[in-house]
Every structure is written in structure tokens, then in C-alpha cells.
């Protein structure tokens, strides 16, 4: 495993750890809370501890089986945080878990579509470094050769004709009889 796999990692775990902690301490305080509030009232279902967490550990995962609930306003009250709470915490996992998937899932594809800069660097390095070598080795005459060559080569074509075909539109520099295109015979001027 790489580096950046094992921080990932160690970065998830405790984020869930920490998580986790959260959980179980809003569970155990929000659970003494509702006991506490609820235990001395008359009409009230949570009457001991253990139902208290029982309720607490229901109401954070938001499942809510509704056998003990709160009756008195501060119950009620710390049963919405605890709601809340329950959400937050849940997403908040669900979120970090999904952080870790993609970014194992993009460390992977990183590595197979990112292209190597300096490979590609040096392939252009070594195609001018080629083009360069070949300047290089030509002689006076083959240089002076090259260069009458070219000034030929664009007097042909200033001195050719233009030729366009009326029904295509189509540019020949060379004089046809017919258009390749249209097949229209050309009247050469």
C-alpha cells in the first residue's frame, strides 16, 4: 500500500472513530437526560435507565419503534436534538465512507489516465533535437538546392492559372478539361 492509501485510510478510521464517540456519548447523555426528566413523571414510559438508552439508541439511528417516547417538554425537547443528531451523525458517516470509496476509486484512475509530463517533454525534445542533427548535416550545395527548389516551386504556381469550376466552386491550379467533383467541362481561358 502506498503512502497516500495508508493516510487515507488512517484519516477514514478515525473519522469514524470520532464519529462513533459522538454517537455513543450523545446516546449515553441524551439517554441519562430523558431518564432524568422522565423517570418522577406520572404518565411517562421511560421509567429506567436502560429503556432511557434504549430510546436514546432508536431515536439516534431515527428508526423510532415508538415503545418509549417522551411526554414531558424537556424529553421532548432533547428527544429533537437527539433527532437531529441522528441525522447529522448518519450522513456525516454515510459522507465519509463514500469519501474514502471515491478517493481509492481516483488514486486508481489517476494513475492509469494521467499522462507522464516528462515523457511526453522528451519525446518532443528528441524530435527537434532530430529535425536539428538533420539541418545540420546538410551541405552549402544541398542547402542552395533546397532553396531553388522552393523559389520553383512557388513560381509554377504563381505563374499556373487558377482555375474554378462555375457550377462547384471547386479551385484546380492544374488545368483538367472536366470538374472531378461535378464533372462540368472547364473552359480554359
Not at 33 to 47: Q, R, Y
Amino acid at each position: 500500500m502506498s503512502t497516500s492509501h495508508l493516510y487515507i485510510l488512517e484519516n477514514t478510521k478515525m473519522s469514524v472513530v470520532i464519529l462513533a464517540a459522538a454517537a455513543f456519548s450523545i446516546i449515553f447523555v441524551g439517554g441519562f437526560g430523558v431518564f432524568l426528566a422522565e423517570h418522577g413523571h406520572p404518565s411517562a414510559n421511560i421509567t429506567q435507565f436502560g429503556d432511557a438508552v434504549w430510546w436514546a439508541v432508536v431515536t439516534l439511528a431515527t428508526v423510532g419503534y415508538g415503545d418509549y417516547y417522551p411526554v414531558t417538554a424537556v424529553g421532548r425537547i432533547i428527544a429533537i436534538f437527539m433527532i437531529i443528531s441522528g441525522v447529522g451523525i448518519f450522513a456525516l458517516m454515510v459522507a465519509t465512507l463514500a469519501k474514502r470509496r471515491l478517493q481509492k476509486a481516483e488514486s486508481k484512475l489517476g494513475s492509469v489516465t494521467k499522462p507522464d509530463l516528462n515523457l511526453l517533454g522528451q519525446e518532443t525534445k528528441t524530435a527537434i533535437k532530430t529535425k536539428v542533427d538533420g539541418i545540420e548535416t546538410l551541405t552549402e550545395e544541398d542547402f542552395d538546392m533546397i532553396v531553388e527548389i522552393k523559389g520553383l516551386r512557388l513560381t509554377l504556381l504563381e505563374g499556373s492559372k487558377i482555375l474554378k469550376c462555375p457550377r462547384c466552386g471547386i479551385v484546380y491550379r492544374n488545368k483538367p478539361k472536366f470538374c472531378s467533383n461535378c464533372g462540368l467541362a472547364l473552359i480554359i481561358t
